[in-house]
């Protein structure tokens, strides 16, 4: 999942990203009642992660997180052979997870996966208990991109976002979850938002909001079925992260974004925390709830000197966010999309 691009802006989109962007400099935060330093990371030696999408992009920096506190990590994906239009591949980040490896212990595991296809997860499932003898930590990352109205959306476009997203999510949360309850631990955490809390939201987005928080609703069911033994919980970005999306669908500029670093170092915490558990999480907000100083949060900048806009941010009243009436479909109709679009 990333959100902006580093592509040439029309002198409209970049007005009004600018307006967007100055309007929110001051966000606000919810308040918060933890006065503590953010918790060290814990240390996952010993523990198994399978993180979906990470060949790339948010994925990988999950896995080179998740690898940095000794955890070994299945990094699983579509992406096998390099392509020109596409950097990385499961084999590139699970060399650098084996080079992290060599001071933290984590080991890598490279596994060709297609979540639409349900034997291909049993694969990767059954591949990752056979070369490590647990799962521990599931990350549901990939997902598919489509904002558009419900008039303008395929059915095949529509099938392709929900079995990639919501059916791919559930496919392997139902299949990792039984490990993790007989080692008596264990995460899964979808990268999902909340769950729109007015009916304009649905605006350009209904087919993705089925297909994204169906994403949720599989770490709300896992934390619903698993008495606390296996905890769960959605994250979602505030602002547009950094990634191959953002740039290719040309959502704004780097000073717009936040690194994927916010939402790797969520998933690292959320597997130290005992607490958090059936809750669809905003990552800043997270963060901030677990101690992190609110200025600290400009660690996560693309550009150092500008606070992004919170666009992607729930509904809460705290920030005006929510209301990002963004079209992006097809990268070949970009031009067009981008002309239907406000930022």
């Given at each position: 999942?990333?959100?902006?691009?580093?592509?040439?802006?029309?002198?409209?989109?970049?007005?009004?990203?600018?307006?967007?962007?100055?309007?929110?400099?001051?966000?606000?935060?919810?308040?918060?009642?933890?006065?503590?330093?953010?918790?060290?990371?814990?240390?996952l030696r010993g523990k198994v992660a399978v993180v979906t999408g990470g060949s790339r992009g948010i994925?990988?920096?999950?896995?080179?997180?998740?690898?940095?506190?000794?955890?070994?990590?299945?990094?699983?994906?579509?992406?096998?052979?390099?392509?020109?239009?596409?950097?990385?591949?499961?084999?590139?980040?699970?060399?650098?997870?084996?080079?992290?490896?060599?001071?933290?212990?984590?080991?890598?595991?490279?596994?060709?996966?297609?979540?639409?296809?349900?034997?291909?997860?049993?694969?990767?499932?059954?591949?990752?208990?056979?070369?490590?003898?647990r799962i521990d930590i599931l990350v549901n990352n990939a997902s598919a991109l489509w904002w558009q109205s419900?008039?303008?959306?395929?059915?095949?476009?529509?099938?392709?976002?929900?079995?990639i997203n919501a059916r791919g999510a559930f496919v392997m949360a139902k299949l990792c979850a039984p490990h993790m309850r007989r080692n008596g631990w264990g995460r899964v955490i979808c990268m999902g938002p909340p769950l729109p809390k007015t009916f304009e939201q649905y605006k350009n987005k209904t087919a993705y909001f089925m297909s994204k928080c169906g994403m949720s609703m599989v770490a709300l069911g896992i934390a619903a079925e698993h008495d606390g033994v296996v905890k769960a919980n959605a994250l979602w970005p505030a602002t547009v992260v950094e990634s191959l999306a953002s740039e290719n669908f040309q959502l704004g500029s780097r000073k717009n974004w936040r690194k994927a670093t916010i939402l790797a170092d969520c998933v690292v915490q959320l597997c130290g925390d005992e607490r958090t558990n059936g809750q669809t999480l905003i990552?800043?907000?997270?963060?901030?709830?677990?101690?992190?100083?609110?200025?600290?949060?400009?660690?996560?900048?693309?550009?150092?000197?500008?606070?992004?806009?919170?666009?992607?941010?729930?509904?809460?009243?705290?920030?005006?966010?929510?209301?990002?009436?963004?079209?992006?479909?097809?990268?070949?109709a970009l031009r067009e999309d981008r002309a239907r679009s406000k930022l």
């Open positions: 999942m990333s959100l902006v691009g580093s592509g040439p802006k029309s002198p409209d989109i970049a007005r009004d990203v600018d307006r967007v962007r100055d309007a929110r400099s001051a966000f606000r935060l919810p308040p918060t009642s933890c006065d503590m330093p953010l918790p060290a990371p814990p240390s994925g990988r920096e999950v896995c080179l997180a998740l690898a940095r506190q000794g955890c070994d990590v299945v990094v699983a994906a579509k992406s096998a052979t390099p392509q020109a239009t596409l950097p990385g591949t499961i084999h590139t980040v699970a060399r650098e997870v084996e080079a992290v490896g060599r001071s933290t212990g984590a080991r890598a595991l490279a596994v060709a996966c297609d979540l639409r296809d349900e034997r291909a997860c049993e694969t990767c499932v059954a591949t990752a208990m056979a070369r490590f003898g419900i008039e303008d959306t395929p059915l095949k476009k529509y099938d392709l976002i929900n079995a990552d800043d907000e997270y963060l901030v709830n677990r101690g992190l100083a609110r200025q600290e949060l400009a660690r996560y900048r693309c550009d150092p000197d500008t606070e992004p806009p919170r666009l992607l941010a729930e509904h809460s009243g705290t920030d005006g966010g929510g209301d990002w009436d963004v079209k992006r479909g097809s990268v070949k």
